[in-house]
């Protein structure tokens, strides 16, 4: 298996632009989760989706932020307009829900730098 | 207080010694617990996981969960440089049957020094 996929790798852009994050998650996995990762707030859960549907995004920042997941293998985290603020590691990762025991895998991650 | 605490170090261990990693959490009902390890520039991947009250090991290293005191600790026996890395304490906040909601902690610099 591939692993969680992610792209770009690395995004740079101006404050005001929109910025697109993308993410695969493992085939198979029922649970798609978006994470983003700072020096000042460490590892922070932004929203997970199950089955493609959104269950849990009150760690979405503020109304900037978006994310869609239109089918099982595919999801998309939108900033816009995008702030510097911003700049930090986004982690998608995915996981396959059994009771307690379930584990999530990361993915690469994408590094966003907003000038 | 923070919902899972660890010391963010650095601890610095020589090669082969002992690494003892602490972890608190302030949530009673949390029922699964996780460390993930992550080198710099990296993601965060899973190393252990536990769910009961007791010792967990595997290979070097051994998970130890208490319930009652609220800690999850996590032990590296004969450390080595490539053990160099921060660890993350993850809880799940979830009930049975719902999702890994995890809440990790900021994580514990590990450096192993030969």
């Known amino acids: 298996d591939a692993g969680v996929i992610q792209s770009p790798r690395h995004e740079v852009t101006e404050m005001g632009q929109e910025v697109t994050l993308r993410c695969k998650p493992i085939s198979g996995h029922d649970y798609l989760f978006w994470y983003r990762q700072t020096m000042m707030r460490g590892l922070e859960l932004l929203i997970y989706?199950?089955?493609?549907?959104?269950?849990?995004d009150s760690g979405m920042p503020e109304d900037r932020f978006s994310a869609k997941m239109p089918n099982a293998s595919f999801s998309t985290l939108k900033i816009q307009p995008s702030e510097p603020r911003d700049s930090a590691v986004y982690f998608c990762?995915?996981?396959?829900?059994?009771?307690?025991?379930?584990?999530?895998?990361f993915g690469p991650g994408t590094r966003l730098t907003v000038l | 207080q923070k919902e899972v605490e660890q010391n963010s170090g650095p601890l610095s261990v020589p090669e082969g010694a002992i690494a003892s990693l602490n972890c608190t959490y302030s949530d009673r009902v949390s029922q699964s617990f996780f460390w993930y390890r992550q080198y710099s520039g990296k993601s965060p991947e899973l190393i252990m996981s536990?769910?009961?009250?007791g010792d967990k090991e595997d290979g070097r290293f051994t998970a130890q969960l208490n319930k009652a005191s609220q800690y999850v600790s996590l032990l590296i026996r004969d450390s080595q440089p490539s053990d160099s890395a921060t660890y993350l304490c993850a809880v799940n906040r979830g009930n049975t049957g719902t999702a890994s909601k995890l809440t990790f902690g900021t994580g514990t610099r590990l450096q192993v020094t030969l």
């Open positions: 989706f199950n089955n493609n549907v959104p269950i849990d």
């Open positions: 990762a995915s996981s396959f829900h059994r009771g307690v025991t379930d584990t999530q895998y």
């Open positions: 536990i769910y009961s009250n």
